[in-house]
């Protein structure tokens, strides 16, 4: 529904959208790639320039995991243009992934990024896509906090590494003050995989908190 965030784990919706690498069909031409779309409040502003830079210098980072980066902003794709050849010439970093130009905020709407107190501008929000076009990520930001890109990043690993061993990711992974880089295995679903998990030697606390190793650099 219009004006409605999109929930997790549902498609993410089909759309033709402008941008400055010209018009694109969502999620179809991402296909087969995990997609970072993000959104700023606007263009030549202090924070949304140093995000840019930031997202910038981190691109080789996301194409290394199979993921794209998408910007979006409720501004002109010639203003979009200026500003990141501003970018380039005053900062000497080149945007090399494509911005939505979202002028009459309908992509915006559509994915509940306006920020009804700040008019026409949207919250820094970022949807992660996965190769099959559902939705598996959704953060918010308020327009005066800058996100942090290795977060991001690190999202996305995240996913990643759920998805191809089936486990779930700890707080702070790969860094968790209590298990490291491992990854936690789903609890027991019945009372005799309990008992044989509390039985077992196993690396772990409890039968409902095993753990194990995984390899996290696989492509």
């Known amino acids: 529904m219009e004006g409605k965030i999109p929930l997790i784990g549902e498609k993410f919706p089909e759309m033709v959208v ?55 902003s409720i501004d002109q794709v010639h203003a979009h243009i200026k500003w990141l050849e501003w970018i380039e010439e005053n900062i000497g970093v080149e945007i090399k992934f494509p911005v939505i130009a979202d002028s009459m905020g309908r992509v915006a709407s559509k994915l509940g990024m306006v920020d009804p107190e700040k008019g026409s501008s949207t919250v820094r929000a970022v949807f992660v896509v996965d190769p099959e076009g559902t ?35 700890p707080g702070n992974w790969p860094e968790n003050s209590i298990l490291g880089d491992k990854v936690i295995i789903p609890p027991a679903s019945t009372y005799k995989d309990a008992m044989e998990r509390k039985a077992s030697d196993q690396e772990g606390f409890d039968w409902w908190f095993k753990v194990k190793e995984v390899n996290k650099w696989f492509s």
Not at 24 to 34: A, Q, S, V
Not at 43 to 53: A, G, L, N, Q, R
Not at 152 to 165: E, F, G, N, T
């Open 18 to 72: 402008v941008t400055t690498d010209g018009k694109k069909e969502l999620p179809k031409d991402y296909k087969g790639k995990w997609l970072v779309l993000f959104s700023h409040p606007g263009d030549f502003t202090p924070v949304c320039t140093t995000e840019f830079v930031e997202f910038a210098k981190k691109y080789d980072d996301f194409k290394k995991i199979n993921a794209e980066l998408l910007g979006l």
């Open 135 to 169: 939705i598996r990520l959704i953060l918010y930001y308020p327009s005066e906090v800058g996100r942090n890109i290795n977060e991001v990043i690190r999202a996305v690993k995240a996913l990643q590494i759920a998805d191809k061993y089936h486990v779930a990711v």
